[in-house]
C-alpha cells in the first residue's frame, strides 16, 4: 500500500511542480512525512531520507518538464545556467545544515517557509512588477510564438546569483526545488512572462537537482528503494503537467495550492511545536 501511496504521492508532485514551475517537492515532503511518520507507514523514514527522496525525484520532473518546454521553445537557456550556478553552492549549503536538524525543528521550520509560499503565491498577481531591475541589468526580448506579442525582462546578473544561493539553500535543506521561490521572483522582479518563467524554472530546478542529490546521496540521505514507485510517477506526472501548461490557465490550480500550503504549514508548525 505505501508503494502505491508513494507513486500516487509522485505523479501530484510532477503535475502540480510541472504544471506551475514549483518542482514538486513542496507537495512531496509534506504527503511523505504524513503517510511515512505521522500514519506510520513508513517508519523507518527520517526528515533526511524524505528530502533526499524528493531531491532525486526532482531529477525526473525537471528533465521531464525541460524536455517538453523545449519543443515549445519557451526556456531561457542564459538565464536558467546564471541561476543554477548561484543555486549550486547553496544547495550543498543547505544539504550540510539538513544533516544535523530533528523532526520537530524541521516540521516547525519547513512550515514557517510553506506559509510564506502560500503568502507569495497569494500576493503575486496583485504586486505590481517592479522596473528597477530591469532597468538596472542585462535585457533581453521574447517573443511568444503563440500571439506574437513581445517582452522585455531582465536582471543584474550579480542580484540573481545571490537570491537563487539563498534559494539553493531552501532547496537543499528542505527539497522543495526552489522553483517556488524563483518563479514569482522571475514574474514580478526580472519580468519574465509567466510560461517563460515556468520553464526556465523547471530547467533551472532540474541542474540543481542534480547537485542537490549528489550532496544527499554523498550525505546517504537517499532511500534508494522508495525512489522506484516516485521517480517514474513524478516523470509521468510532469509530462502531463507540462502539457497541461501550454493548454490551461493555472489560477484555479494555484489558489488550491495556496490554500492547501497555508494548512499544510500551520499543520507542520502546530507537529513542531508540540
Not at 550540510?96 to 521550520?109: A, M, T, V
Request: aromatic letters at 12%.
Amino acid at each position: 500500500m505505501e508503494y502505491i501511496l508513494l507513486a500516487l504521492i509522485g505523479v501530484c508532485s510532477g503535475l502540480i511542480g510541472a504544471l506551475i514551475g514549483l518542482g514538486g517537492g513542496v507537495i512531496l515532503v509534506p504527503a511523505t512525512l504524513f503517510i511515512g511518520l505521522t500514519l506510520g507507514m513508513i517508519p523507518d523514514l527520517t526528515p533526511q531520507k524524505v528530502v533526499g527522496l524528493s531531491v532525486v525525484m526532482m531529477i525526473a520532473t525537471g528533465l521531464a518538464s525541460t524536455l517538453s518546454y523545449m519543443k515549445s521553445k519557451t526556456i531561457d537557456y542564459k538565464s536558467g545556467f546564471i541561476f543554477f550556478i548561484g543555486s549550486a553552492p547553496g544547495t550543498i549549503l543547505g544539504a550540510y545544515i539538513n544533516k544535523g536538524i530533528d523532526l520537530p525543528s524541521f516540521n516547525l521550520y519547513f512550515g514557517i517557509l510553506l506559509i510564506i509560499l502560500a503568502i507569495i503565491l497569494l500576493i503575486r498577481d496583485h504586486i505590481k512588477p517592479l522596473q528597477w531591475f530591469v532597468k538596472h541589468g542585462k535585457k533581453q526580448t521574447f517573443i511568444d510564438p503563440k500571439d506574437g506579442k513581445s517582452y522585455v525582462y531582465g536582471y543584474p546578473i550579480w542580484f540573481a546569483l545571490l537570491l537563487n544561493f539563498v534559494i539553493g539553500c531552501a532547496s537543499g535543506l528542505f527539497g522543495i526545488g526552489g522553483g517556488s521561490m524563483i518563479v514569482p521572483a522571475m514574474i514580478i522582479l526580472f519580468l519574465f512572462p509567466p510560461h517563460v518563467a515556468i520553464a526556465t524554472s523547471m530547467y533551472m530546478v532540474f541542474l540543481s537537482s542534480i547537485v542537490n542529490s549528489a550532496s544527499h546521496i554523498y550525505l546517504g540521505n537517499v532511500p534508494w528503494l522508495y525512489t522506484i514507485p516516485v521517480i517514474p510517477g513524478a516523470y509521468f506526472g510532469a509530462k502531463l503537467g507540462a502539457a497541461l501548461n501550454k493548454k490551461l490557465k493555472s489560477n484555479t490550480l494555484v489558489f488550491i495550492l495556496r490554500i492547501i500550503l497555508l494548512l499544510l504549514g500551520i499543520r507542520s508548525i502546530y507537529e513542531g511545536l508540540f
